[in-house]
Nanobody, 125 residues
Framework: QVQLVESGGGTVQAGGSLRLSCAASGRTFSMDAMGWFRQAPGKEREFVAAISWSGGSIYYADSVKGRFTISRDNAKSTVYLQMNILKPEDTAVYYC??????????????????WGQGTQVTVSS
C-alpha cells in the first residue's frame, strides 16, 4: 500500500504561482512513477504532469508546458508541482497519483493505482 498526501493548494490571482507537494508513505520502494492530474467542475479528470521514479523521465500536458515543473525528492518520497503563470483555466482540484507497476505511458488515470485526496487550486482573473 502507498499513501499520498497533497498540500499547497489555495487561491491566487492570474499570473501568480503555487507549489503543490505530495508526500508518499508506505511501500514507496515499489513506486514506478508519480503524477499530477486535475479535475475542474463538470469536466473529466485530466493529466497534468508525471515523473518516473527511477530514471526521472518527465512528461507534461501541452496546456501546462513551459509554465509547470514537476520534480521529485526520492529521499523524502515527495513529488512537487511548481505552477507559474497561472491562468483561470487552471482552476481545478489537483490530485497526486502513484503507481507500483510498469506501464508504457503516463497520461491516463487508469495507469495509476494510488491517489491522494486532492487539493483545490483556484485562479482568479
Amino acid at each position: 500500500q502507498v499513501q499520498l498526501v497533497e498540500s499547497g493548494g489555495g487561491t491566487v490571482q492570474a499570473g501568480g504561482s503555487l507549489r503543490l507537494s505530495c508526500a508518499a508513505s508506505g511501500r514507496t520502494f515499489s513506486m514506478d512513477a508519480m503524477g499530477w492530474f486535475r479535475q475542474a467542475p463538470g469536466k473529466e479528470r485530466e493529466f497534468v504532469a508525471a515523473i518516473s521514479w527511477s530514471g526521472g523521465s518527465i512528461y507534461y500536458a501541452d496546456s501546462v508546458k513551459g509554465r509547470f515543473t514537476i520534480s521529485r525528492d526520492n529521499a523524502k518520497s515527495t513529488v512537487y508541482l511548481q505552477m507559474n503563470i497561472l491562468k483561470p483555466e487552471d482552476t481545478a482540484v489537483y490530485y497526486c497519483a502513484a503507481r507500483t507497476y510498469y506501464s508504457s505511458t503516463y497520461y491516463f488515470s487508469y495507469e495509476y493505482n494510488y491517489w491522494g485526496q486532492g487539493t483545490q487550486v483556484t485562479v482568479s482573473s
